[in-house]
């Protein structure tokens, strides 16, 4: 069997296979709940054979959205629309995922295809953004972004409790990863950079200053999400701007998260500013290799991203060791079967990675 296809356990979750979809935000949730745009979504993918479905980025509360787009799961409305949508993930044989937190100072935007902007504090559709200072994420761009609020002590306290909530509320919607987002520049990732964190008190200065308010939130969030489940983060492995985050630092930030109970790492990058957000296109390939580093530096199961399209590479990345799990997103949204394609193209059967409806006319 290729590796790409050798089932994986992480406590008492099995996958049937290496391959899963990177969580990408629809923008299409009404007052952050889903619909039949995301049943249909992360269904299709779940029918095309990935054994693992992470659900795109979801706020702990309104302020933590990206747009007013975005999925939530601060309240019952939107965790009782969401569990059967998990449910049917499961029928098909792949595992649902979410990944959960907040957009910090990148928040209030209008959705891509209304131009992506920031929306005024005074526009009905917008709200006040927060994050470890109040510089805005582009006060020289074209697009202008609002300054956020800087947080507070209790401000921190009170936001870890909404991630607590909102994992509680994961669980019982039916996810069984449960992953934080602490890349691409929103909140927590701002907090881990010194391309943004200025602060001068606890929650900043060093790099475990720095961490403390994901470290803190992760550790509060494994109190609640059970010891058989695993718990994952996504972390921007690289900041790929001078003077920010290298595969050094992430390393040290992903033992400490290890410590912790996280179980798996995303391998993300970039984000925090904009300069680094446009070398996101520039370096994505590179996050690859570089998960593989952090893999052997840490024992932590790893999750890469980044440019992964074609079965062979996908095989050759578990083969050798990269990682442990190979995450499409691009790739997935041009080809919802590109696990069954991929399992033709390596020599293995595809019917154990297709729902059994197809099996008879697939034979």
Known sequence: MNALFTPLK???????????????????????????????????????????????ATAVSPDGRISPGCTGLWNEVQMQAVAPINAFIESLGAVPAIQIGHAGRKGSAHVPWNGGAHIPDDDPLGWP?????????DADGTRLWKAPNEMSITDIEAMKAKFVATAKRALEAGYKILELHAAHGYLQHSF???????RSDAYGGDLRSRARFLLETAEAVREVWPENLPLATRISIHDWIEGGNGIEENIQIAKWLKDVGVDMIDCSGGGATPKARASIGERT??????????????????????????????????????????LLGRQLLREPYWPVHAAQILGEDPKPHMPIQYHVVAS
């Not at 593989?292 to 990345?317: D, F, K, P, S, W």
Request: proline share 4%; net charge negative; glycine share 10%.
């Open 285 to 326: 390939s590179d996050q690859v290799g570089l998960a593989g580093e952090l893999r052997a530096a840490t024992g932590i199961t790893t999750m890469a991203v980044g440019y992964i399209t074609e079965a062979v590479q996908a095989n050759n990345l578990i083969k050798s060791g990269t990682c442990d799990i190979t």
């Open 192 to 198: 881990l950079t010194p391309l943004v964190n200025t």
């Open 10 to 56: 992480i406590k008492d979750i099995n996958l049937k296979n290496r391959i899963g979809m990177a969580p990408m935000c629809q923008y299409s949730a009404v007052d952050g709940v889903m619909n039949d745009w995301h049943r249909n979504h992360l269904g299709a993918r779940a029918m095309g054979g990935a054994a693992l479905i992470i659900c795109e």
């Open 129 to 137: 953004t927060v994050g470890p200072s109040s510089e805005p994420f």
